[in-house]
């Protein structure tokens, strides 16, 4: 009689669940792990991923999509097992598609690579049953008898050189999209990678390995970024960190003997199987072919997740066996997963909004100056410019080198006229980092301020030399020109603007002010046109506009955009009295008293308004005087 093949269902049947109900209660479970946050903000890098990313819909969520096309993938290899396990031939169709989907994944994500290689390892040890010791012991005293291990079996060879070739193809096709170059990363991205000493950067990478190990059994301390300084690097075998290297270590030698080595076949393959989609998913995240931009990085472990709950689920079974009170094994494996849920659910919550999740790394990673830059900016966008300052100066506390936090923190003190620390704030900026092009444009703003000219004009163009296509530099620039009365290059400098950006709507406007300021009425209503053209919907330019079509006396046509301006702002109070200027000028005084009156309610300080109403009151009633005599 054939020997059955062991089965996991039978060692924990009190788990046991027909098929539909199984596929019900994880459906449920991942549900209520997710459910808190479907609604939520695109957070962090989702700002550029998705928000500000003009092909989100192909690769603004490669996430995703590299997760999606693991699943086809690996269904579609699921799909010719099943096709073979029912009597019929391998399909070769199906192993296509499996190649398709997972290269497809990898032109959207670098961890591509990986689903082609799981396909392979489940090929090769569910449905060819391959001993990997075996095999290695063959090719080792090059022994004639490898098609009686099942290498070729089933056309194993030609499935995993069809993976093989295709992966190789899109990794080509990736590179020459790319280019050659690698990325460009820091030291405080990934500390360990720019280590001079090599015992340094191989003891801190296994404990980077570890600490992911960690994650993966116990997913309690979690953060959106691990760089600067969140990690301290060991420097020597005295830390006592070293002991996280030691035990890692010694359970993967432990298994890893155990899949090689172990007389049950099938336990063989299951561990194999379970550290084949542990190990291989995390390769390209490992820093050994490569430096990665990351010291952690919680996406690079949710393919070997499958991994360790493979081994998760092996492991318990094994326990299952020899357990005389299985209850309470199963009240153990419950309370885990209750746990898990739990906390899956309050960490989906606090990717609900930037706020939340940035606070909550501030428990995680206190030593992390990116961290608290975050938390300072997302309180400065909110208009908490105190609280902002807090975070800003403890993120250049804990890295004097944050460029950007300087920025930021130099950008705050300008708007609150605290000149003299902007300026050096920037200044140390750009020393540390001299292509730093927006703090060199900062820098030139706060000169202007402080009226020194010729540097704040010697620091724009210092920006624009590191950042060519600069819009909002030329503005600034074209600002401290009009300041110095050198109108011809203001103009220039905020056309340039326009060029490079044009729905620039501040650009556009102080062209059109300058030109209507000096009197150039048909030149400024060209550009006024212009403007709107390219950008109809900005009540600013049309409010522009309508002052200078006034002053040419078009009045309908500077009534109607005035009267469009106050319907997209009708809280402006200079819209209302300009407009009340122009009823004022055109004869229509009852319009004119009735918009002056509204301006004043806005803005009972409106300079020149009130001065105008009184002039107004004077004429209307010297007029009833005269209608009554």
Not at 227 to 248: E, N, T
Not at 284 to 295: D, I, M, W, Y
Not at 335 to 358: K, T
Not at 580 to 603: F, I, M, P, Q, T
Request: positive net charge.
């Amino acid at each position: 009689m054939a020997q059955t093949e062991p089965n996991l269902d039978h060692d924990i049947s009190w788990f046991h669940l027909p098929s539909y109900w199984a596929k019900m209660v994880v459906a449920l479970i991942s549900f209520l792990c997710f459910a808190n946050s479907y609604d939520g903000d695109f957070v962090f890098d989702d700002s550029e991923a998705i928000i500000n990313n003009k092909v989100a819909g192909i690769v603004g969520r490669a996430d995703l999509l590299c997760a999606l096309f693991f699943l086809l993938s690996f269904l579609g290899y699921c799909k010719a097992f099943r096709e073979n396990k029912e009597g019929h031939n391998f399909s070769i169709f199906w192993v296509l598609v499996s190649v398709i989907l997972g290269a497809v994944a990898m032109l959207c994500k670098e961890q591509g690579i990986t689903i082609l290689g799981l396909n392979a390892v489940f090929d090769a040890l569910v449905i060819n049953k391959l001993n990997v010791l075996e095999l290695i012991q063959k090719l080792l005293h090059k022994d004639k008898s490898l098609e009686n291990i099942g290498l070729l079996r089933k056309g194993l060879l030609f499935r995993i050189t069809l993976l093989m070739s295709g992966g190789a193809s899109i990794l080509y096709i990736r590179w020459r999209i790319m280019g050659t170059g690698p990325p460009a990363f820091t030291e405080v991205d990934n500390p360990a990678s720019f280590a001079d000493s090599l015992f340094v950067r191989a003891i801190n990478y296994n404990y980077y390995y570890s600490l992911n190990a960690w994650l993966l059994l116990c997913p309690w301390w979690l953060c959106f970024d691990w760089s600067m300084g969140c990690i301290p690097l060991i420097k020597s075998v005295s830390d006592w960190r070293i002991i996280a290297l030691a035990a890692l270590w010694f359970c993967l030698i432990g298994l890893i003997c155990q899949a090689l080595c172990s007389e049950d076949s099938h336990k063989r393959r299951i561990l194999t199987l379970g550290l084949g989609f542990l190990i291989i998913p995390f390769l390209p995240a490992s820093n050994l072919f490569f430096r990665v931009g990351f010291v952690i990085a919680e996406r690079v472990i949710y393919l070997p997740s499958i991994g360790y709950c493979i081994l998760f689920t092996y492991g318990f079974s094994l326990l299952s066996k020899q357990a005389k009170k299985k209850k309470i094994l199963a009240v153990a494996v419950l309370g885990i997963l209750v746990i898990n849920v739990m906390r899956c659910a309050l960490r989906s919550s606090q990717w609900r909004s930037e706020e939340q999740l940035f606070r909550s790394a501030l428990s995680v990673c206190p030593l992390n100056a990116k961290v608290h830059y975050n938390v300072g900016k997302n309180l400065a966008d909110k208009g908490n410019q105190t609280a902002a300052i807090k975070y800003y100066r403890e993120a250049v506390r804990l890295n004097p080198k944050y460029v950007h936090a300087m920025n930021n923190l130099g950008n705050i003190l300008k708007e609150r006229n605290e000149l003299q620390e902007a300026e050096e704030l920037l200044s140390l900026a750009v020393q540390i980092q001299p292509d730093f092009a927006a703090a060199w444009m900062n820098l030139g703003i706060v000169q202007n301020s402080l009226r020194r000219f010729e540097e704040a004009e010697q620091s724009y163009w210092t920006a624009i030399k590191h950042r060519k296509k600069y819009p909002d530099c030329y503005y600034n620039l074209g600002r401290l020109y009009a300041d110095l009365n050198r109108h011809i290059d203001a103009l220039n400098a905020w056309r340039n603007a326009t060029v490079l950006k044009p729905e620039h709507s501040l650009a556009w406007n102080n062209m059109i002010i300058l030109l209507d300021n000096t009197g150039n009425l048909a030149q400024a209503e060209a550009v006024g046109r212009e403007a709107l053209g390219l950008i109809p919907n900005d009540h600013s330019l049309m409010f522009s506009l309508a002052n200078v079509l006034g002053k040419s006396q078009k009045y309908k046509e500077s009534e109607a955009l005035f009267l469009k301006a106050i319907k997209a702002n009708p809280n402006a109070a200079s819209y209302h009295g300009n407009l009340a200027v122009l009823y004022h000028r055109w004869g229509n005084l009852d319009l004119a008293k009735k918009h002056y009156e509204v301006s004043l309610k806005l803005d009972p300080m409106a300079p020149g308004t009130k001065e105008n109403y009184n002039l107004l009151r004077r004429k209307l009633e010297q007029l009833q005087k005269k209608g009554g005599a």
